[in-house]
DNA sequence: TCGCACATGTAACGCGTTACATGATTAC
DNA sequence: GTAATCATGTAACGCGTTACATGTGCGA
């Protein structure tokens, strides 16, 4: 596996904190990390093959589950030593991509009606990611396991940001209703 | 060209504003849009050429320029349709890995010392980035076209977020120091 | 004369998304 | 019955990064 690859690392984690299968790991990636780490189906699937491959987990299929298959994967030693490798190394910068404000920045193109209705979509969309946010909240304060300080301090991060962006959006939109 | 790939878009908006070459396109959107939409080379050059086969843009060779070889291109009436068609379609959600973020979701699996440090990292480029925003602020401040409204938006975007960062890393960092 | 900024590109590689394919169980 | 959720995966496609390759002009 190449060492480029950051879709084993979250996997690695993942199994760092339980063993599961990789409808698990996906189900946990979309409720935890989506908002600044997400992952696709036809990323995780083949991923973990290979990190069974490299023996970076292992996997046993498991019958108890209403007959339903279900692979469970296990990390190894090694799995976990180039997980902590990988930890302790200096993170790279974020990359981001966001299509909203690259279409603001080039918004003296369309109509001011147009941008406005855009703004107004993306505070609405920050409102329920708010909401969203506090509901996990409430859940991880009632866990009491050692990753809790960690996970609190990554959802704090997504609250606070989402604050920011929303004051930031409810301002702008002001100043462009202005501007019409 | 597909329809998915987003590059010829940003292309295409930094033709709008006015005829470029290549390298300007890369120099633009490195002092401007790279904290939210960033770009490679090897992304550019061959998508600039498309642009062109595609009718999007036109070329002409600049020898005026100190018999240095430059391609200044410019937008064509259907790159600028496709363009604007692009802007008024409702934005899709930002694509964000913040490996800090990722990091620090798993960092109970490596000591508090080194997550400190990661955090202080992180503080410093913040500030570092802070600064350069506000640097880029009053060279904008003196600008007066049409876009002035749409670029002053997005720097207080990616102003107010920095700061957001800073005040949550420094409260994180903290907190993480009476862990300890 | 040495290095940096300007200026153009290509090649390799594989990452990552999207769409497809399949089928069981559960709740309404 | 039928829709949603659980559960597994593959195939196609091209996007996007990284590294490479080449050369000029300018300032220290």
Redesign the interface.
Known sequence: MSDRS?TK??IL?ML?IEPSSAYDIMQKIKS??N????ESEGQIYPTLAKCVRDELATCVKDSQNNGRLKKIYTITTKG?EL??E???K?????????????????????STD?TIL?LE?FIN?RQEELQSFKNINKELLLNHD??K???L??L??GI??T???L??AKS?LK??KL?K
């Open positions: 950051r690392y979250i984690g760092s935890s990390t908002y600044f780490w997400s976990r997980l902590i990988w930890l302790e200096s993170p790279q910068d974020a990359s981001v991509r966001n299509e909203f404000l690259l279409k603001l920045f080039f918004a003296r193109n369309i147009t855009h979509n969309k050692l990753h300080p960690f996970w301090a990554t704090k991060y606070e940001n604050k920011s962006e004051e930031w702008t100043s462009f501007l």
